[in-house]
């Protein structure tokens, strides 16, 4: 019965995360919005596992690990660029121009 | 009842996710997905699933999103840069792009799970009540997904370390 | 069917074998062992002497077997496209072996001759080698039995045209004259082409055997379509047979070596247009209109360069104005609807106009010898240099004697038959209602009497009269070497008894290539004249050579004549036919000129610097470039940039996946 509008809101969620990371220059800030797009997909496995069967619970369990441990890689490669060009301004972070 | 809840709470965290994506302060953005988070554990618990919804609590607006708020205080990024959000047109793309993505997704929920697959209503809250929370995930998961559990303990060892090393000012 | 199957004819492709093989072989021995005279006179002389016993030969098959169809002989399948199957293939029959016979007997007489005038030649095997090779394409020509086959034949005798006339390719006159045969040919060549493309679309078939059969069904007889076809294979023969407007390049091309002009430039070559005319009778014979024009053609270019041949001082030239002259009669002849007339004049023509360049060669070799001893300078082959040869060189001159009173047409030399034959032709054709046919025949008359005014005006110039050589030059004026005189006694001879190849009322070559003509004769309406009027015809013609010649005898005073340096200049008319109406002035300004300037001007710095260089290659290059730019803006660095591609990415991906 909450299925319906449970995937509406995710749909809702995620989209607002992809707009974040299209309008995001702050490195933090865009990650934070992938965050959130990761949530609105465990949203999704939560209401279908009412359906479906427990195993999407299982598998939200796993992508909140993963989540942990993508952040704190991800954090400590933001702190490694703070630190050589003092800024974690996208704009700024172009040494992969062509 | 429990609808109205849901939509209560379903609001507020698509409010919050929004707040969230257009706050200039990067500490203000981070406050905003806590609530979010926040939200979505309510939700799960009107979904059955009691045990997730503790574990969002926990580890992700609790211990997660507390790395970040402890990166952003640490690099001292909190102040609001003009230069954070993209110029006008930079907005358009990303309006149109969540537009477009939005519909595409409607679209898809339209198709529903296949009928077959569907398990009668009520069965999750069942095994739920039946056999605790915690119980019903942790089965599972040590039963059928055992191998993915260790291997994401490796997953986790090699994060650990990455992080560790990456961070560090001189290997 | 015929008979000759399993006989002589089967090895008829040996004939084109053996000069070819003789063509490598003395194309090798040019490259390495370029001395050895007499290896290469052997094999030269006697691959084509081998060639002449195989048409012999096969003549013999056909005489024995009166074959009423062609008997084709396939070699190999050539080009089997789609609905077009031309094979590699001969044709036996009446025509053909004529043509065999005479370009094989004259070549090997022409052969001969020129192992005593090319003597001292330093490119003595590379001479051979050509000449081996033209009459290998030349008999590819008059034997092949489809038109592409011919068309082989056609653009390699131009080819071997072109290396023997520029043979002195370090002189940039002569080299220039091969250049300028090769392209007017070429010229007329695109008619022959564009005729081919109308024979196969209209008839489905380029073979000689397939053509003939289905055109008198599958065409409307005088109308646009064969009219057409006609038309444009003429135009091949205009430009190969040198008629006008295409005539130009003869003249130049005297300046190969003089047996070349006996051999290409007299008897062959340059009859390979009567004979295209000739074999497709059938077709000519649909279209008056063709018809007319062939013949019309032909007589203002036998007229035309009869009056150029009045003035002309080099010998050749008299003799190369007189070959436009005497073709343009075989044209009448085959326009007019004769076409075994017109064979018999090329025939006979083929005799005396050989023997004629080879005398004249006999002369210049003899002009060359003697100035070579006293280290003289003046040209050998101005007429003003000559005089009084006969008592020098009897024998040649006897023998043109007896070449200029056949080509004047006095009986019974060969050339009054077949001359009178094609006038007689014209003037049926014209009693039977065609007008146009009586023009063609008083102005054919006209020509004749030039013809043999001009004549013995060369005659009267060379071997007669004081001789103004020179003293210290006389003392070397001798008689030609045997090797040289016995071909031209024997081409003296066939002038002389080949009139008997087609005499009235017995008709031999008439009859003989009757099956092929039968069909367009049947389309004719000639009107026989009465006895009377062939006999008054006749004397006629006679007539008027033998007051040609007396004319010129009268008028022309040997005596008067100065050399080149103390001759006064030409005046008025007579200048204007010494400068042979400056007709290559003429094309140069309006043709050559607006085409080299067309060429420089708009093609080469319009189109290719402008449009090709510039917009094309340079243009290219530049978008290139251009897109490079922009591809490279695309690689900022930006992540963000980069993500923003990245989504753009997924959600179209996942929008193509939806439908």
Not at chain 2, 16 to 40: D, E
Not at chain 3, 351 to 375: D, E, N, P, Q, W
Request: neutral net charge; proline residues 4%; charged residues 10%.
């Amino acid at each position: 019965m909450l299925l319906g509008p449970s995937l509406a809101v995710s749909a809702i969620l995620f989209s607002l995360g992809v707009v974040g990371v299209l309008l995001r220059r702050n490195a933090i800030v865009i990650f934070m919005c992938i965050e959130l797009m990761l949530n609105a997909v465990n949203l999704t496995f939560v209401a279908l596992s009412q359906q479906l069967g427990l195993d999407g619970q299982v598998f939200v369990f796993f992508v909140m690990t993963i989540a942990a441990a993508e952040a704190a890689v991800g954090l400590a490669i933001v702190i490694a660029v703070y630190r050589h060009r003092d800024t974690v301004n996208l704009q700024n972070i172009n040494l992969l121009r062509g | 009842m429990t609808l109205v809840v849901f939509w209560a709470f379903a609001a507020i965290a698509i409010g919050s996710a929004f707040l969230c994506i257009t706050r200039r302060s990067p500490v203000a953005s981070a406050l905003w997905l806590v609530n979010t988070l926040f939200c979505l554990a309510a939700l799960y618990v009107l979904l059955d699933a009691h045990f997730i919804a503790a574990a969002q609590v926990l580890v992700y607006a609790g211990a997660i999103m507390v790395l970040f708020l402890f990166v952003i205080m640490l690099l001292n990024l909190g102040h609001a840069d003009p230069s954070d959000m993209k110029g006008p047109w930079g907005r358009v793309v990303a309006g149109v792009a969540g537009l477009v993505l939005v519909s595409e997704l409607v679209v898809l929920r339209l198709a529903g799970p296949p009928g077959d697959l569907r398990l009668p209503p009520g069965t999750v809250a069942g095994t739920v009540a039946a056999r605790g929370a915690v119980r019903a995930v942790a089965q599972p998961l040590f039963e059928g997904y055992l191998v993915p559990f260790e291997i994401t303990s490796l997953l986790l060892l090699a994060a650990i370390v990455g992080a560790v090393v990456l961070a560090k000012r001189r290997l | 069917m015929s008979t000759l199957a399993g006989g002589a004819a089967d090895w008829i492709w040996l004939a084109i074998l053996l000069p070819f093989a003789g063509f490598l072989v003395n194309g090798a021995l040019a490259f390495l062992r370029p001395q050895s005279r007499r290896l290469v006179s052997v094999v030269g002389v006697g691959s084509v002497a081998a060639a002449f016993a195989v048409g012999v030969a096969v003549f013999l098959a056909v005489l024995g077997a009166h074959p009423v169809e062609p008997y084709v002989r396939t070699l190999w399948s050539w080009i089997p496209v789609g609905d077009l199957r031309v094979d590699a293939a001969l044709q036996v029959d009446q025509l053909s072996v004529v043509m065999l016979l005479v370009v094989t007997g004259v070549s090997s007489l022409i052969h001969v001759f020129s192992v005593g005038y090319m003597h001292d030649d330093p490119g003595y095997a590379r001479y051979f080698a050509y000449l081996n090779l033209f009459v290998a394409f030349m008999l590819v020509l008059v034997l092949g039995a489809s038109y592409p086959v011919m068309f082989i034949g056609w653009e390699g005798v131009g080819l071997c045209s072109y290396l023997l006339i520029g043979f002195w390719f370090e002189e940039k006159e002569k080299a220039d004259a091969g250049l300028k045969a090769f392209l007017v040919n070429r010229i007329g060549d695109f008619g022959f082409l564009v005729a081919m493309f109308l024979i196969f679309s209209h008839l489905g078939s380029l073979d000689f055997r397939d053509v003939f059969a289905r055109a008198p069904q599958a065409l409307a007889t005088g109308g646009g379509t064969v009219t057409a076809i006609a038309l444009f294979l003429f135009m091949g023969c205009v430009g190969k047979s040198a008629q006008i407007p295409l005539y130009v390049w003869l003249p130049d091309a005297m300046a190969g070596p003089t047996p070349v002009s006996a051999l290409i430039h007299a008897a062959t070559m340059v009859t390979a247009g009567v004979y295209l005319v000739a074999r497709s009778n059938i077709l000519f014979a649909m279209s008056p209109v063709a018809s007319a024009v062939v013949a019309g053609v032909g007589a203002l270019t036998a007229l035309f360069a009869a009056t150029i041949g009045l003035k002309q001082w080099d010998i050749k030239k008299v003799l190369a104005y007189s070959t436009v002259s005497q073709l343009g009669y075989m044209f009448i002849g085959v326009g007019a609807g004769a076409y075994a007339a017109g064979i018999f004049h090329l025939v006979t023509h083929a005799f005396f106009k050989a023997l004629l360049f080879l005398g004249a060669g006999s002369v210049i070799h003899v002009m060359h010898r003697a100035y070579h001893h006293t280290h003289g300078h003046a040209d050998a082959q101005d007429m003003r240099n000559m005089g009084g040869l006969a008592a020098y060189m009897p024998w040649t001159s006897r023998v043109m004697w007896v070449a200029t009173l056949a080509i004047a047409g006095i009986p019974p030399l060969a050339g009054f038959f077949s001359k009178d034959e094609i006038l007689g032709a014209a003037f049926a054709r014209g009693l039977a209602g065609e007008r146009f046919y009586l023009l063609v025949w008083v102005v054919g008359l006209v020509g004749a009497f030039l013809t043999a005014f001009y004549m013995a005006r060369l005659m009267l110039y060379t071997f007669h009269g004081p001789n103004r050589t020179g003293d210290a030059e006389r003392a070397h004026l001798a008689e030609a070497p045997w090797v040289m005189t016995w071909p031209l006694v024997v081409l003296a001879a066939l002038t002389v008894l080949g009139g008997a190849l087609n005499l009235p009322h017995v008709e031999t070559l008439h009859h003989w290539l009757e099956p092929l003509t039968a069909r367009s004769a049947a389309l004719q309406t000639t009107l026989e004249p009465a006895a009377g009027t062939e006999i008054a015809l006749m004397t006629l013609a006679a007539l008027i050579g033998a007051g040609g010649i007396w004319l010129a005898t009268r008028v022309l005073k040997p005596e008067a004549l100065q050399t080149p340096e103390r001759a006064p200049r030409e005046t008025g008319f007579a200048k204007l036919l010494l400068e042979k109406y400056r007709v290559d002035e003429i094309y140069s300004a309006v043709v050559v000129r607006p085409l080299i300037w067309f060429a420089r001007t708009v093609l080469w710095r319009g189109v290719d610097a402008a449009v090709i260089d510039t917009a094309g290659v340079n243009g290219s290059a530049a978008l290139a470039r251009g897109f490079g730019w922009i591809g490279s803006r695309l690689q900022s660095g930006q992540v963000g940039t980069y993500v923003v591609f990245f989504v753009i990415g997924a959600i179209a991906v996942l929008a193509a996946l939806l439908r």
